[in-house]
């Protein structure tokens, strides 16, 4: 008898710390204040520069980023995995913005193509961009574009690439053709249906960090065991910092990578070294080499935004912010941006441009990018 009762207390402790974390990651947990933003204003352009997932800093043009919009993210959001009909069909842009003009341009999407639905993307070098294409009627790719001409180079797939989230090109072990080897991640391992759902909803850790090797054309498993892989960033050569949403958490990696006697089949592996949890569901991250610090954005009410996902139309709760910066030198965490979504809504990217002294965030299903003064 005795036995039992421990059994049921053992599985009522287990019950309730689950219940407890899925209400902390929803948000249930949590208050946003409304608060005035004097410091900032948002860039805005025309009606379809909106739902820009990601961005990423021009490294040798001051004050400019390239943003990945989808405005059919609206009926369609892959990750989510919520399709609902769409009036015609609409393909997403790359835009080029000049943050210190408040202007912006639409650099390209694929030429007659239709079915560009770009997510996470990443510099690889000044004239070479990768992006990832979240195609709605065939698998997943990631497009090559060229800069500053805006031509499409090449298309890559591979099966391994099943449900891409966020890129990190690793330097120095790139194919024949200039293709980069890089390190993305599978957000998920199911891609549609009740089973994606279920991982989702229970919190499986089905997400992995995978490496593709770009001379070999290999995809495989780096780090496994992720409620949801989210953002990557790091410095290229030695750390990996990953974002894991449904657990709130951001895990830091040295990355090891092991010489074969042929060129070809080097190895790439990751320690694991820290992590740190944030009150929100996290999204993209973005790292800074020089200071250490990560910027990490995500949404705190997360409820919300997946009840807003579902149907937009009947949805009128607020949208809120939040993008916070993870000192890794003294392992502080502290707020840069925090918003209930009347100001600003679904931050999804942060980083700070440490040149022009701004902080720069794009917002999942927001209208323009958001500029912050950001004094140090």
Not at 95 to 124: A, C, Q
Request: charged share 20%; hydrophobic share 40%.
């Amino acid at each position: 008898m005795l036995k039992n009762y421990i059994l049921i207390a053992i599985a009522t402790a287990f019950f309730a710390n689950y219940i407890w974390d899925v209400l902390n990651v929803l948000g249930f947990t949590r208050t946003i204040p409304s608060t005035v933003h004097t410091e900032c204003h948002v860039v805005e352009g025309p009606e379809d520069f909106r739902n820009c997932e990601d961005f990423v800093l021009s490294p040798t043009e001051p004050g400019i980023a390239y943003t990945a919009c989808d405005p059919a993210r609206d009926y369609q959001n892959m990750v989510m995995d919520i399709h609902r009909p769409m009036p015609h069909p609409q393909p997403g842009y790359i835009w080029r913005i000049d943050y210190t003009k408040n202007s912006v341009k639409r650099m390209f999407t694929l030429d007659g193509d239709e079915d560009f639905h770009p997510l996470g993307l990443v510099l690889v070098n000044p004239t070479l961009l990768m992006v990832i294409n979240l195609r709605h009627h065939n698998p997943a790719s990631i497009e090559l574009f060229s800069l500053p001409d805006a031509k499409h180079i090449r298309t890559l797939t591979h099966p391994q690439i099943s449900s891409p989230n966020s890129l990190h090109i690793l330097k120095g072990h790139s194919a024949a053709d200039g293709t980069p080897s890089f390190f993305y991640t599978n957000d998920h391992y199911f891609i549609t249906g009740i089973k994606k759902k279920l991982e989702n909803f229970l919190r499986i850790p089905l997400g992995t960090i995978m490496f593709y090797d770009a001379p070999s054309h290999r995809a495989y498993a780096v780090a496994r065991g992720f409620s949801f892989a989210n953002g990557l960033a790091g410095d290229n050569k030695q750390v990996l910092f990953a974002a894991e949403t449904n657990k709130m958490t951001v895990h830091r990696y040295d990355i090891i990578t092991i010489p074969a006697e042929d060129d070809h089949d080097t190895k790439v592996q990751l320690h694991y070294v820290d992590k740190v949890t944030v009150p929100m569901a996290v999204d993209n991250i973005d790292f800074d080499s020089q200071s250490g610090d990560v910027t990490i954005a995500g949404h705190p009410k997360a409820w919300n935004l997946l009840k807003y996902v579902e149907a937009p139309e009947k949805n009128v709760k607020k949208l809120p912010s939040r993008v916070m910066v993870w000192h890794t030198n003294t392992n502080q965490v502290e707020d840069l941006f925090l918003d209930d979504g009347t100001f600003y809504r679904t931050s999804s990217t942060g980083a700070i441009d440490n040149n022009t002294h701004k902080l720069i965030i794009s917002g999942l299903y927001a209208r323009g990018i958001l500029v912050c003064n950001h004094d140090p």
